[in-house]
Nanobody, 122 residues
Framework: QVQLVESGGRLVQAGGSLRLSCAAS????????MGWFRQVPGKEREFVAT????????YYVDSVKGRFTISRDNAKNSVYLQMNSLKSEDTAVYYC???????????????WGQGTQVTVSS
């Protein structure tokens, strides 16, 4: 079992930056692949980025490549999402997730945080 708590979401102007954090507790954090997803009302949850256990490999949805960076600090039991050049279409609730394997679908992840709201004003 692992508990995930996201933070860092807020209102930001288009073109600005935000750093989301996700703190994990419970089972060994380094044993999980970690992902970030986002969801807007009325739409399915969308994959954003994922990172392997070691942090050596990362994957992104095309719409955020070059703007977002996922990273992790296993010593701090945390995963981060640095978001630059934000656009209004990035507005969503952002969730971090932990799973046994790297993947780009929700089914790959067993544990989820409660989400943090990111709102980008144009």
């Amino acid at each position: 079992q692992v508990q995930l708590v996201e933070s860092g979401g807020r209102l930001v102007q288009a073109g600005g930056s935000l750093r989301l954090s996700c703190a994990a507790s419970g089972r060994a954090f380094s044993s999980f692949s970690m992902g970030w997803f986002r969801q807007v009302p009325g739409k399915e949850r969308e994959f954003v980025a994922t990172i392997t256990r070691s942090g050596h490999s990362t994957y992104y949805v095309d719409s955020v490549k070059g703007r977002f960076t996922i990273s992790r600090d296993n010593a701090k039991n945390s995963v981060y999402l640095q978001m630059n050049s934000l656009k209004s279409e990035d507005t969503a609730v952002y969730y971090c997730a932990a799973g046994d394997t790297v993947g780009t679908t929700s089914n790959n992840y067993k544990y989820w945080g409660q989400g943090t709201q990111v709102t980008v004003s144009s």
